[in-house]
């Protein structure tokens, strides 16, 4: 808290867990967590001996074009591309958000889930 906002790239394992190494001291900080197809999740964590484990919560599917909002626009994009798989003429991975390798109705599912929701912003002081 107090200082400029810094971009990690991670990736989580099978069970959704990740590690980040920042080199941060110990204190406050706020965090916040966005994936290309999903909605931000944010919130504040306390490290500890350089260490911190906050639990992140679900994001949310949906965001095909990566704006942070599920709209008309994501909507469009897997409309454009339900039925498809991957290697399909007209397929969109980014519409794929259970990443099965098709675009179907479990995706519809989840974008709509998410429909005309945004993620949550960054709170920095």
Do not use: H
């Not at 490290?47 to 599920?70: F, H, K, Y």
């Amino acid at each position: 808290m107090g200082g400029a906002p810094t971009n990690y790239n991670v990736a989580t394992d099978a069970s959704g867990f990740f590690t980040a190494t920042t080199g941060l001291p110990d204190g406050s900080y706020n965090w916040r967590l966005k994936g290309v197809i999903n909605l931000a999740n944010a919130g504040t964590l306390s490290m500890s001996a350089s260490i911190a484990s906050p639990e992140i919560g679900t994001v949310r599917a949906g965001d095909a074009n990566n704006s942070d909002n599920v709209s008309v626009v994501d909507f469009n994009m897997i409309k454009a591309a339900f039925g498809t798989g991957v290697g399909w003429p007209g397929y969109d991975d980014r519409a794929n958000f259970n990443r099965d390798g098709a675009v179907n109705s479990v995706d519809f599912t989840l974008l709509k889930g998410s429909f005309s929701q945004a993620g949550s912003p960054l709170t920095c002081p």
